[in-house]
């Protein structure tokens, strides 16, 4: 389904400008984690293994909640998918950016375990932006698929296929990274405020998605 998806200019620039909001947030959760993940479930899985071994239980609790946080949050996503048929993008974009305005609110409070609980539900939530009917759509907060079709697609141009059909996948994890770099930015300089940052464009990406809906 990611082929298919990313064939439209207009799905492939909102997968991009998503790809860049899950990294800059896993930048911010990831440095203030000291070494989890918000949104990559991979690497709090391998910490949880790892830690399960050497029988650190604190750092598995630690790990295994972010991960069910992770499936909640993508539950949630596909149940908007579910309920709202062809106007579902606007509305799990709503809500993500509800919870991460809820997160930087519950900063604010003092109640820095909350607000990385709701950033989590909403890294999960983001990834039902592009589900079809319920089943399983194009994976935006995290890049190793991404990766491994750069991999095939470029096998696949070197033997006679598209000559630049890796790039989007390629454009996806470029712009991860950019939101990661700018995450880790604007976390040093604001904490977890700076998630106020991500809850304003994930906003003005409802808004943008509703209106090219209605166009």
Not at 126 to 131: D, G, L, S
Request: aromatic share 8%; hydrophobic share 60%.
């Amino acid at each position: 389904m990611g082929p298919m998806i990313l064939a439209s200019r207009r799905n492939l620039a909102l997968a991009c400008a998503l790809s860049a909001l899950a990294g800059y947030v896993d930048g911010i959760g990831y440095l203030h984690l000291g070494g989890l993940f918000v949104s990559f479930m991979s690497g709090n899985s391998t910490r949880l293994g790892v830690s399960l071994a050497e029988r650190g239980w604190s750092n598995a609790a630690e790990a295994l909640g972010l991960i069910a946080l992770f499936v909640a949050g993508a539950a949630c996503g596909s149940l908007i998918v579910l309920g709202r048929g062809a106007n579902r993008q606007p509305w799990v974009l709503l809500v993500e950016a509800a919870l991460l305005a809820a997160a930087a609110l519950c900063y604010a409070s003092g109640f820095s375990n909350v607000a990385i609980a709701a950033i989590v539900l909403a890294m999960g939530l983001e990834n039902a932006v592009f589900q079809i009917d319920g089943g399983a759509g194009l994976g935006l907060t995290y890049v190793t698929g991404a990766l491994v079709k750069v991999g095939q697609l470029l096998a696949a141009a070197l033997t006679g296929g598209a000559r630049w059909g890796w790039l989007p996948n390629l454009l996806l994890w470029a712009a991860l990274v950019a939101g990661s770099v700018c995450g880790a930015m604007a976390y040093h300089w604001l904490n977890l405020a700076a998630v106020w940052f991500a809850a304003a464009f994930a906003l003005a990406l409802s808004g943008i998605v509703a209106a090219s809906i209605h166009l």
